[in-house]
């Protein structure tokens, strides 16, 4: 299959009807999606925190289990096989 873009307009139907199909450019075939990995695993680190935030409340008082977790996340972007393999720890109970 070869690679296409494909326009879609959804201007006349809910369902869209494809407008322009043509081969991709050299500049759309060598796209850079370097940076993609790496926005990718800042989402990935920041959703795991949310999902610890409540620990930090200032009625609880986290274990040291937690917060050495909480750092090791915020600490990934420092690894050196980041963005490509990152070790993202073990959430403590």
Do not use: C
């Not at 990995?37 to 800042?42: V, Y």
């Amino acid at each position: 299959m070869t690679n296409q873009h494909i326009t879609i307009d959804f201007s006349s139907s809910s369902t869209g009807v494809v407008s322009e199909r043509r081969a991709l450019t050299d500049e759309e075939k060598n796209f850079d999606t370097s940076g993609f990995a790496a926005r990718d695993a800042r989402l990935k680190r920041n959703m795991l925190l949310s999902e610890t935030d409540w620990w930090a409340t200032s009625d609880r008082t986290m274990s040291d289990a937690q917060k050495n977790y909480r750092q090791h996340l915020r600490d990934v972007t420092g690894q050196s096989g980041f963005p490509d393999t990152v070790d993202w720890g073990t959430k403590p109970d």
